[in-house]
């Protein structure tokens, strides 16, 4: 793992770490048919239509939202670690998680920011299911790789 003292820099890195568990969980239910869409197609439902989803610049747009909103969760939990300490980083994360999840999937959904709808309770439960553990991760990371940046000055 890239060695950083900058928190930014950190974060970034903790929350692309966690993404990488979450696409891979995404994947995994996608491939076994529990859920229609993944993140990625969700993220691509902010711009597209439901019949454009699939296409392929669709999905690039998607990953490339996808994984900048994993960024910017991973600086968000890198931040919350030096203002309330890094003690119990991985139960943050799972927290930080959670919360991120009921507002983006929670209100984002009521709102209809995205044209992608999750209309059963298993996807939506699954894919709350990869956010606790984009959140693990990323608090794993954060606590095990990154100890200086997250340090409170």
Request: proline share 3%; glycine share 10%; aromatic share 16%.
């Amino acid at each position: 793992m890239l060695k950083t003292k900058d928190l930014f820099l950190a974060g970034f890195l903790a929350g692309w770490a966690g993404n990488i568990v979450k696409e891979i969980m995404t994947c995994f239910f996608y491939f076994m048919g529990w859920v229609k869409y993944t993140f990625v197609h969700i993220a691509a439902g902010i711009y597209y239509s439901l019949e454009n989803i699939d296409a392929p610049f669709s999905l690039v747009t998607g990953a490339i939202t996808d994984w900048a909103f994993a960024g910017a969760f991973g600086v968000l939990l890198a931040l919350l670690l030096r203002y309330f300490g890094p003690a119990y980083a991985v139960f943050k994360g799972i927290a930080l998680g959670a919360l991120v999840y009921a507002l983006a999937f929670g209100v984002g959904m009521a709102l209809d920011i995205t044209r992608v709808s999750l209309t059963t309770p298993l996807p939506d439960f699954l894919l709350l299911l990869s956010h606790l553990a984009l959140g693990a991760v990323s608090g794993w990371v954060l606590e095990k790789y990154y100890q200086e940046a997250i340090k409170h000055h």
